[in-house]
C-alpha cells in the first residue's frame, strides 16, 4: 500500500480536504504537525509531531521512520510547511522542489530578487529592516507603493501608501505587527520590510501543477474587486477568467518563466499576478495550492478535487484529466467589516437560499475575536457557487453576501 505523509499545521483551513482525499485514495496515511496530538503516543507511526522551523531536524526524524516504514510522498498542505516539506522529499529521495527555490518563495525579498535576475518583469522595490528610520527611507522611494513584511502571507501587513506621511504610518503599523510573538518566532525574515512601486490593474490568480518542470495551468481566477489599497483584502475569485484568450495565454506563461526563475520544478504552484496595458506583472508565487478553502472551487476531470489531484500526482497515481469541469464556479472570501467579538451570525438560511450557492462556511466561532487586515489572518468564512456564467457567479456571491449579517462587539479592554 502507498503511504502518504501530510505536513499539517494546526493552523491550517486544509486539513479535512486533505485527509478526505487520501482517504479516496485508500493510503496508509501519517500526518505531522508542529504540537503533539493527543492520541500520537498510541499511534507513533501515524501522528508525528515535527518542528517545521527547522526542516534540517525533522527531514532526520521522518528519515529514521521512513527506514523502517518507508513513505511514498511527503505533501505539505500551506505556506508554512512549504519548505520542511521539500527538505524531507529530498532527504527521502522523492520527486520534489529544491528546498533552496522553495524558501526563495517564502521571502518576497528573496523572491524579487530571482525574478529580477531573470528578467522576469517586477516592479521597483526596496528593502528595509525596523533598524531603518522610516522618515529617511520614505524620501527615496517612488510613490504610489506597498509596504509588506518579507515573510507573512494572506496579505497580513501589506499596505499601500501615496506620500511620505503615509508611509511612516504604514511603516510604524508593520512594525507592530513584525513585534508580535507568532512573527518574531518565525525567525529569519521577521525584521524586514519590502517596499513595491504599486503595480495597476486588474488581479488574478493563477493555479497550476509542476510536472518534471512543466506548468500545467488547473485554473486562472478573476479578482473581479478592485485591490487599489489601502489594504489588500482578497473578496471574491470566479474561474474561469474573462480576460481575452491572449491575455490568459501571457499570464500562463509569465507564470511559467517565474517558475523556471525561482527554480520551482514538481508539485502545486499558487500565483498571483497583476495584468494592466503593459501586459501581466507576477506579484507572488507560492509552491503551494490555492489558501483558505478557495479549493472547494475546482472540480477536475470525472469529479477530482483539486486535493486529490495533488495526491495523485505525489503518489505517482494516474490523472485521467486535468481539465476542470466546464461549469463557471466562484468563492467569495467573507470581508471583516470591524474588528471585535463574534457575537451572532444572521442570515445564513437567506444566504443559502440564493440560486447557485452551494456552500456558505463560517470559520470564526462564536465568541472568538475577528481582527481585520493589516493585522488580521483569518478570514470570516467562505461562500462558494456554481452557476452558467461567471457573471452570475459574482452576482450569486454578492447577493448571498449582502444577506448576511454578523454581530461584533467590540473587545473589552
Known amino acids: 500500500m502507498l503511504r502518504l505523509l501530510l505536513l499539517v499545521p494546526t ?36 501522528l508525528l509531531t515535527l518542528d517545521f522551523n527547522d526542516p534540517e531536524k525533522a527531514a532526520c526524524e521522518v528519515a529514521a521512520l521512513a527506514r523502517l516504514n518507508p513513505f511514498s510522498a511527503v505533501v505539505p498542505v500551506d505556506d508554512r510547511t512549504t519548505v520542511v516539506g521539500a527538505a524531507i522529499a529530498n532527504a527521502l529521495g522523492l520527486p520534489s522542489n529544491p528546498v533552496a527555490a522553495v524558501s526563495t518563495t517564502r521571502n518576497k525579498h528573496q523572491m524579487r530578487l530571482a525574478l529580477g535576475k531573470a528578467g522576469v518583469p517586477s516592479p521597483p522595490y526596496f528593502l528595509f529592516t525596523l533598524a531603518d528610520d522610516p522618515a529617511r527611507a520614505a524620501r527615496t522611494v517612488p510613490y504610489p507603493c506597498v509596504l509588506k513584511p518579507t515573510i507573512l502571507a494572506a496579505s497580513r501587513g501589506v499596505i499601500r501608501a501615496d506620500s511620505e506621511g503615509e508611509f511612516v504610518a504604514a511603516f510604524r503599523r508593520i512594525e507592530a505587527i513584525l513585534k508580535t510573538a507568532d512573527v518574531v518566532a518565525l525567525g529569519s525574515g521577521s525584521d524586514e520590510i519590502l517596499v513595491e512601486g504599486f503595480i495597476p490593474g486588474n488581479e488574478v490568480a493563477l493555479e497550476g501543477l509542476l510536472v518534471k518542470g512543466a506548468l500545467r495551468v488547473l485554473a486562472l481566477f478573476d479578482k473581479p474587486d478592485p485591490l487599489d489599497g489601502p489594504f489588500f483584502e482578497e473578496t471574491i475569485y470566479v474561474t474561469p477568467s474573462r480576460l481575452p484568450g491572449e491575455t490568459q495565454t501571457a499570464v500562463a506563461d509569465l507564470t511559467a518563466w517565474a517558475a523556471r526563475a525561482l527554480g520551482l520544478r514538481e508539485g502545486p504552484l499558487h500565483a498571483e499576478l497583476r495584468v494592466n496595458e503593459a501586459g501581466p506583472w507576477v506579484i507572488e508565487i507560492a509552491a503551494r495550492s490555492i489558501g483558505g478553502l478557495c479549493s472547494r472551487t475546482l472540480r477536475f476531470g470525472t469529479g477530482l478535487t483539486l486535493e486529490e489531484l495533488i495526491l495523485r500526482h505525489a503518489l505517482g497515481i494516474e490523472i485521467e484529466s486535468l481539465e476542470r469541469e466546464r461549469r463557471p464556479a466562484g468563492v467569495m472570501m467573507i470581508p471583516i467589516p470591524r474588528g471585535g467579538i463574534l457575537e451572532e451570525v444572521r442570515g445564513q438560511e437567506a444566504a443559502k437560499a440564493v440560486p447557485g450557492i452551494e456552500e456558505i462556511t463560517i470559520t470564526i466561532h462564536q465568541g472568538q475575536e475577528v481582527v481585520p487586515l493589516p493585522e488580521g489572518s483569518r478570514y470570516l468564512g467562505f461562500i462558494f457557487a456554481r452557476r452558467e456564467t461567471p457573471e452570475e457567479v459574482e452576482a450569486a456571491l454578492r447577493e448571498a453576501n449582502g444577506r448576511l449579517e454578523f454581530v461584533i462587539t467590540p473587545k473589552s479592554g
Open 11 to 46: 493552523t491550517t483551513y486544509r486539513t479535512e480536504d486533505f485527509v478526505q482525499a487520501a482517504a479516496r485514495l485508500d493510503v496508509d496515511l501519517a500526518v505531522a504537525s508542529e504540537r503533539p496530538n493527543v492520541f500520537g503516543e498510541r499511534l507513533p507511526d501515524n
